[in-house]
């Protein structure tokens, strides 16, 4: 659901912004250490609490300054416009305001601007640990299946309780008890994860195949666990092991989506732009199956537009997020790198020393 207006104070080099935005295409110009990249973590920070370069609350406040303010209005399903703000202070407390309302959950953030963020570090998806897969995942399950947030918390929470126990237990039969609300709640997660990757990858396969028509791509879900032996067996069988690990070795917190090309790991065959390429494929993939299946828009945040793509590649990437209809926030430290992708409806923003100026 797209922004309409942005205000942002006290946040990184920026002292004050105040700006109208564009529905379609906004982009943020300006040179190295300007404040571009602050702007798209401002506007992530309003989606999910959190920045997605730091997680010390204090590297994110300005300088010398005890707290910031992301405000903001948003248009909803009904086009109506509603503010929307967090405020952070250096004590680490949080204070979010939808629609008027103080005292709302950053799910609650999460659940009106639905972001997509691609930049340069976001490699990690296709090149890194399952966990920044898992998180894919659960951004599109998260949308999709109301349950899914409270079973996903009440599991991580048993599951730590159970790792406790692990340590103390004499028997198994300490923990049966534990275990069978915990299998319970794991194969309902692994459900909704499995039906989620199955609905998305169509999407996702049809992109890739767009972006990188070279390549048959396969998407294969993981769900953590041996797929013939149901959770409790495993949790029951693996007790022995679980103890003297110290954890719970095997569950819903080890799933991972396997990308492989022609049957090869994507990070043994791919080049860095061809990288950046399907980590855009997979992100409009998610954003655009969530428009099919709830008819909300996600905004899309792509921080150094112009980085690892040749020209042709940017003009597809571009012609694929115009084709969404979406809200989308590109940075570039030239205008030349973005020319392809204006038309009348974007907004150009200079950036220069924290100061952000309509163009
Ligand atoms: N807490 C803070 N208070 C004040 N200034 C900060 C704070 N944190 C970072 N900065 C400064 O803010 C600027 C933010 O730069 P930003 O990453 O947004 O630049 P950019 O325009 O994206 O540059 P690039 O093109 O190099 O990516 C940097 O100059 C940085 O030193
Ligand atoms: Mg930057």
Redesign the pocket.
Same mark, same amino acid.
């Given at each position: 659901m797209p922004l309409t207006r942005l205000i942002v104070q006290q946040f =990184? *080099?920026i002292k004050a912004c105040d700006i109208e935005l564009s529905t379609g295409f906004n982009f943020l110009i &300006?040179? *190295? /250490?300007? &404040?571009?990249?602050?702007v798209l973590e401002a506007i992530y920070l309003l989606g999910h609490g959190r920045s997605f370069k730091s997680s010390l609350t204090g =590297? !994110? !406040?300005? *300088?010398e300054c005890d707290e910031l303010f992301v405000h903001g209005r948003f248009l909803n399903s009904d086009q109506f416009e509603l503010p929307i703000g967090i405020n952070k202070q250096r004590d680490g407390t949080t204070e979010v305001k939808i629609g008027g309302q103080s005292g709302q959950k950053l799910a609650q953030l999460a659940q009106v601007l639905p972001l997509q963020l691609i930049h340069p570090e976001g490699f990690d998806l296709l090149t890194d640990g399952p966990k920044f897969r898992r998180a894919f995942i659960d951004w599109g399950v998260f949308h999709t299946e109301s349950a899914f947030f409270d079973a996903w918390g009440r599991f991580k929470r048993l599951n730590k309780q159970r790792n406790a126990l692990l340590k103390t237990a004499r028997s198994y039969r300490e923990l049966s008890y534990w275990d069978q609300e915990m299998a319970r709640l794991a194969e309902s997660i692994s459900q909704w994860r499995s039906d989620y990757i199955e609905q998305m990858k169509v999407v996702a396969e049809q992109i890739c195949r767009e972006f990188l028509p070279e390549f048959d791509i396969q998407l294969k879900y993981y769900r953590g666990w041996d797929k013939d032996t149901p959770y409790q067996e495993i949790l029951e069988k693996n007790f022995e092991r679980d103890q003297s690990l110290g954890y719970t070795f095997s569950g819903p917190n080890k799933a991972d989506l396997r990308i492989k090309l022609n049957g090869t790991p994507v990070e043994d065959v791919l080049s860095r732009g061809q990288l950046k390429l399907m980590v855009c494929a997979l992100r409009v993939a998610q954003g655009q199956h969530l428009t099919q299946v709830t008819k909300k828009q996600c905004i899309y945040l792509i921080d150094?537009f112009a980085s690892e793509l040749d020209s042709q590649r940017r003009s597809r990437l571009a012609e694929c997020l115009k084709a969404t209809g979406a809200q989308v926030f590109v940075?570039s430290?030239t205008e030349s790198q973005i020319a392809d992708m204006r038309d009348d409806n974007g907004q150009v923003f200079h950036?220069e020393h /924290?100061k952000i100026e309509q163009g």
């Open positions: =990184r *080099n &300006g040179p *190295n /250490g300007s &404040g571009k990249t602050s =590297r !994110i !406040i300005q *300088n150094d940075s430290i950036v /924290g």
